[in-house]
Protein backbone atom coordinates (compact mmCIF):
# COMPACT_ATOMS: atom_id res chain seq x y z
CA UNK A 1 0.00 0.00 0.00
CA UNK A 2 0.81 3.69 -0.77
CA UNK A 3 2.76 5.02 2.37
CA UNK A 4 5.02 8.57 2.81
CA UNK A 5 6.95 9.07 6.03
CA UNK A 6 8.22 12.64 6.74
CA UNK A 7 10.65 13.53 8.64
CA UNK A 8 13.61 16.23 9.33
CA UNK A 9 11.09 18.42 11.41
CA UNK A 10 12.30 20.15 14.25
CA UNK A 11 12.72 23.34 16.45
CA UNK A 12 14.42 26.27 15.00
CA UNK A 13 15.27 29.78 15.31
CA UNK A 14 14.07 32.88 12.93
CA UNK A 15 16.59 32.75 10.12
CA UNK A 16 17.48 29.01 10.64
CA UNK A 17 17.73 26.21 8.00
CA UNK A 18 15.66 22.72 7.71
CA UNK A 19 15.73 19.93 5.71
CA UNK A 20 12.67 17.53 5.11
CA UNK A 21 12.28 14.47 3.56
CA UNK A 22 9.50 12.35 2.29
CA UNK A 23 9.88 8.38 1.31
CA UNK A 24 7.92 6.76 -0.70
CA UNK A 25 6.70 3.72 -1.28
CA UNK A 26 4.30 1.54 -2.61
CA UNK A 27 3.60 3.43 -5.70
CA UNK A 28 5.73 4.44 -8.67
CA UNK A 29 7.06 7.22 -7.17
CA UNK A 30 8.87 8.66 -10.73
CA UNK A 31 5.43 8.87 -12.38
CA UNK A 32 3.66 10.79 -10.02
CA UNK A 33 3.61 14.58 -9.19
CA UNK A 34 4.12 15.43 -5.61
CA UNK A 35 3.52 18.54 -3.28
CA UNK A 36 4.38 19.62 0.33
CA UNK A 37 1.57 21.36 2.45
CA UNK A 38 1.40 22.44 6.08
CA UNK A 39 -1.05 22.85 8.75
CA UNK A 40 -0.95 24.95 12.00
CA UNK A 41 -2.94 24.12 15.03
CA UNK A 42 -6.62 25.41 14.32
CA UNK A 43 -6.09 26.65 11.13
CA UNK A 44 -6.49 25.26 7.58
CA UNK A 45 -4.62 23.15 5.28
CA UNK A 46 -1.78 25.50 3.33
CA UNK A 47 -0.39 24.64 0.03
CA UNK A 48 3.58 24.77 -0.19
CA UNK A 49 4.70 23.89 -3.42
CA UNK A 50 4.60 21.18 -5.89
CA UNK A 51 7.03 19.33 -8.40
CA UNK A 52 6.44 17.15 -11.22
CA UNK A 53 7.06 13.71 -11.71
CA UNK A 54 10.35 14.58 -13.19
CA UNK A 55 11.01 16.96 -10.78
CA UNK A 56 11.68 20.13 -14.17
CA UNK A 57 8.84 21.84 -12.77
CA UNK A 58 8.12 23.33 -9.42
CA UNK A 59 6.24 26.13 -7.90
CA UNK A 60 6.18 27.84 -4.84
CA UNK A 61 3.65 29.47 -2.22
CA UNK A 62 3.93 33.47 -2.31
CA UNK A 63 4.86 32.66 0.98
CA UNK A 64 7.98 30.55 0.97
CA UNK A 65 8.98 31.31 -2.63
CA UNK A 66 12.71 32.06 -2.57
CA UNK A 67 13.02 30.79 0.70
CA UNK A 68 12.24 26.62 0.23
CA UNK A 69 13.21 24.71 -2.38
CA UNK A 70 11.50 21.98 -3.28
CA UNK A 71 13.24 18.58 -4.85
CA UNK A 72 13.06 14.80 -5.46
CA UNK A 73 15.15 11.77 -5.93
CA UNK A 74 13.56 9.31 -7.88
CA UNK A 75 16.20 6.73 -7.75
CA UNK A 76 15.88 6.95 -3.90
CA UNK A 77 11.51 7.83 -4.28
CA UNK A 78 12.08 10.66 -1.90
CA UNK A 79 11.00 14.13 -1.62
CA UNK A 80 12.60 16.95 -0.59
CA UNK A 81 11.58 20.37 1.13
CA UNK A 82 15.16 22.46 1.94
CA UNK A 83 13.43 25.21 4.11
CA UNK A 84 16.01 28.35 4.50
CA UNK A 85 15.56 31.59 5.92
CA UNK A 86 12.79 30.22 8.46
CA UNK A 87 10.80 32.77 10.10
CA UNK A 88 9.15 33.40 13.46
CA UNK A 89 5.74 31.26 13.48
CA UNK A 90 4.09 29.01 15.74
CA UNK A 91 4.28 24.88 15.08
CA UNK A 92 3.05 23.39 11.65
CA UNK A 93 2.92 20.22 10.87
CA UNK A 94 4.64 19.46 7.22
CA UNK A 95 3.02 16.56 4.90
CA UNK A 96 4.20 15.40 1.97
CA UNK A 97 1.58 14.12 -0.69
CA UNK A 98 1.18 11.91 -3.52
CA UNK A 99 -1.29 13.02 -6.97
CA UNK A 100 -3.63 10.80 -6.92
CA UNK A 101 -2.97 10.11 -10.62
CA UNK A 102 0.03 9.98 -12.84
CA UNK A 103 -1.84 12.26 -15.20
CA UNK A 104 -1.98 15.22 -12.67
CA UNK A 105 -0.58 18.25 -13.76
CA UNK A 106 1.13 20.52 -11.67
CA UNK A 107 1.32 24.50 -11.75
CA UNK A 108 -2.69 24.35 -12.55
CA UNK A 109 -4.24 24.35 -8.53
CA UNK A 110 -5.65 20.62 -8.79
CA UNK A 111 -6.28 19.40 -5.56
CA UNK A 112 -6.21 16.39 -6.93
CA UNK A 113 -3.69 14.76 -4.37
CA UNK A 114 -3.93 12.68 -1.20
CA UNK A 115 -2.48 12.48 2.19
CA UNK A 116 -0.73 9.15 3.03
CA UNK A 117 1.62 10.20 6.23
CA UNK A 118 1.66 11.37 9.51
CA UNK A 119 3.73 14.59 8.85
CA UNK A 120 6.92 16.16 10.76
CA UNK A 121 6.40 19.07 12.49
CA UNK A 122 8.32 22.93 12.05
CA UNK A 123 8.60 25.05 14.81
CA UNK A 124 10.41 28.26 14.04
CA UNK A 125 10.52 30.12 17.37
CA UNK A 126 12.80 32.47 19.70
Known amino acids: QVQLVESGGGLVQPGGSLRLSCVAS????????MRWVRQAPGKGVEWVSE????????YYADSVKGRFTISRDNAKKTLYLEMNKLKLEGPAVYYC???????????????????WGRGTQVTVTS
Open 26 to 33: GFTFKSHA
Open 51 to 58: INSGGGSR
Open 97 to 115: EKATSSRVVTGVGTDEFGR
